[in-house]
């Protein structure tokens, strides 16, 4: 014999899975074998024999029972909780189902919110190289304060892209409207844009057909988007086909098909245009103005290069090459590619862009509706416990411990978050997408089963069941035998504080929560109705489009002749809209120290404008027929344009603007032309008719389709070749807060559930309370007491808690409120309405849950209560 | 008839088992099958196979007495119980049957 062992690793694991009754022999076999193989091969090979007889013998005949005994006990047990939880379940079933449809809508809400940020948070994540490629956007100086805006010039870009090295490539995007035309199909595409010929290197769109490198090469390209391609050509390929633009003007021909650019992009185009094409049709001079501000520039920097230090040497570019700009009047910034839809909130931006701010006030929602729906089911659970006291005294009484107990509750309320996670998943299925509609999402049904989703889910079970059964099973466990089967009540004071405590809290959340909705709401009709300084009702805008500028006077003449047309005047841009015109300026006794760098904005109108819409002049008088000078040599301005020009007594002075001397000859008062997002700009107000492009037309209310039927047939006299388009100023007043509408809806709706959630718990609450106090109220009833009387004991309690709550509320409501409408130019006051109205509110939505329980209560023969012991 | 159905390893154990009376426990065994058939058995195969026999009523075991060697621990050893002997044996007597039908001209 020798000393050489076995593997020990294979000899304990042989040991672990062989059977019992068969260990001793079949080790023993082992040993023999392996001591003749060690003499007979050495010792190396035998132990290699050894192992791989070992792996032989691991067949199921041979192994021991891995369902034995030891663990057959806790199976069991699972099994009796599982059995227990569902007779609970179908006992209580009020209880159980305020519950769980608490959990369940609690769930949902957070799902739906997650999905909302998630998405949010996804914008323009799929560009390949989006971690270094930024948008540089400008800002100048106006009033004393930096107005930044999207875009650059075309010159800017590519000084840009001349003087920096450390930019690997730069796209300049410029959006485009513009008629176009395919065999029979003639539509006004409003989504084009003119790119450089790069576009494909910084963004990554897939194509279908064409390649990415030269699709966009030489002039007279264009990629469609898929969508785009079906809707021209159906099935046909549309590679090579060629389009007819800007009624024949140019062609643009087929080069690519993308997919199309999804939802989470900054910018959605449909046809993307050569740069190149741009060149042969815009006038010379515009690619070297650094004024003509059209382009969204892009750049993608060398991998490594830090932006700051590119944003760094900045402003001595700008002294250096842009001329009338310098660093007193001029910045450029850059803007990361993926923080753009969250936190860029500019002018000219491409899109409407998300809003950080509301991301953590949704996210805070969420967290505040899935607290409620817990302490909802901390309560509900620690409030029935009574019940169950006999259970645990039993349970005590034949041997569980408080670990088992405690294990018991927790499954339990494992077993409901399980369940109510489910429920709120196939919800979260079926209103998916009346959710996408509501927000304006187009978040697709995979994204519920994407890996990072469902991870999340599994997290959340498990927090949550955590949360909502620790407290209910650790004062159920402690629960003392002797008490609970006696019949005793057990002492549960200190849980009951508790339990008002956490009603308080609730309340204290749906209190804000309506709070804080009385106040958004409160803003956005403060926006929507603020009254801008002019009568915008009953005023229609129409795009004068191509007709003759020579034949305005006509075209007016004609429309006046209509009884229910009682004025129209012409305006440059679009009311409300974004007066992007402004020029620097000289000005009679302004000191030119004063001057540099400052502009003022420019409108355009005729003579009728100001008083078509009511403007209110202030000092002389505003534009008229009778001086013919006014066309050219003549000027109104606003409040601020006087303010900033320092001007006492503008009349008669004059002001010099793009080389030409205006005198001044009225002041109107300061009226909204943008939306209430922004300051009131300086601006003055000149007459040029060829730059008109909008008229504005009053009508009278009393039959606006026919007066609309007038307009337009009027309209097509003079312009054959584009349809007659029109918009209700007062309309697109309100339409500019759509962003701001949308929000308060989401909230609303989130508020809304969370009180829903907040009001089963304090139904199941009275509930608990009137049943605990049955006895007590058989007694008082025996004893007199009127069944209004025993309802107000009964309400009473909550009707304090609520108070409580209040005054709690108010203040911190108040407190994060106030910072959210510091954030608006021009708001409302928050004043006391709101929390008056949310205090008033939750008291009445806690009366209707709890006073129809408690009469029912009341109402109870006192017999019923009192005769069972 | 037909009663036993008995792979062919089944049945090479049982008759090893037989041959070493009063001998066979696990090594014996295989080394005496190895041995005789020439052909290489794993204590995994050789052990399922005799557990099978055993509650199939074939064979009945026992533990013989702990030694020195084998770590200590103690041998089982098999036999043949009547019911096996008497399956062998039908056995037997059926393959025989069938050789002695056979026509002598099938093997010319």
Redesign the interface.
Known sequence: ?NNHTPPSLFLRFFRWFCHPD?R??????????F??KVEKKGASKAGLFFA??V?????P??MKNFTGQTQINNYGMFRNYLKIAVRVFRKEKSYSLINTFGLVLGFLCCMMIYLFISDELSYDKFHADGDRTYRVASAYMREGRWEPYASNSWRTAELIETNFGEVEELVRIMTNRDIVEYGDKRIYEEAMAVVDENFFNVFSFPLVAGNTASALRGANKVVISETTARRYFGDEDPMGKVFEVDDRAFQLQVSGVMKDMPSNSHFHFDFLVSSESLKRLAPEELFTNIGWDSQRVYVKLTEGVDPAAVEERFPEFINANLGFFTTANFKLFLQPLEDIHLTSNLGLELEDNGNITHIYIFAVVAAFILFIACVNYMNLTTARSLRRAREVGMRKVLGAKRGNLITQFLFESFTMTLLALVLAYGFAHLLLSSFNEFAGKAISRSVLFDGTVLFTLFVSFLIIGVIAGAYPSFVLSAFRPINTIKGGRSNDRKSHLLRKGLVVVQFVISIGLIAATAVVFKQLKFMQTKELGINEDLLVAVPLQTMDRSQLNAYKNELLADASISGAGYANMRLPGWISNSAPYRAQNVEADEEEGKTLKIIRVDADFLDLVDAEMLEGRGFSKDFPSDVTASVVLNEAAAAQLGWDDPIGKWIEVNDNRYTCIGLVKDFHFESLHRRIPPTIFVMSPVYYAWSYIKIDGNNIPATLAHLETTYSKFVTNRDFSYSFVDEDVRRQYEGEAKFTQIFEMFTVLAIVIAGLGTFGLISFTAERKSKEIGIRKVLGASIGSVTFLLTREFIVLLLIASFIAWPVTYYFISGWIDGFVYRTSIGAEPFVLATALAIVIAMLTTVFRSMKAAMVNPVEALRDE | MGKYQLGEFEEVVLLTVAILYGEAYGIAIIEEMEKRLNRSVSIGSLQTVLRRLEKKGFLTSEFGEATQVRGGKRKRFFTVTQYGRKTMEEIKEQRLGMWSAIPEVAFK
Do not use: P, Q, T, W
């Not at chain 1, 792996?55 to 067949?59: E, P, T």
């Open positions: 014999m068969y001793e022999d079949i080790e023993g076999d082992l040993l023999e074998r001591a003749e791989l007889e792996v032989k013998l691991f067949r005949s041979l």
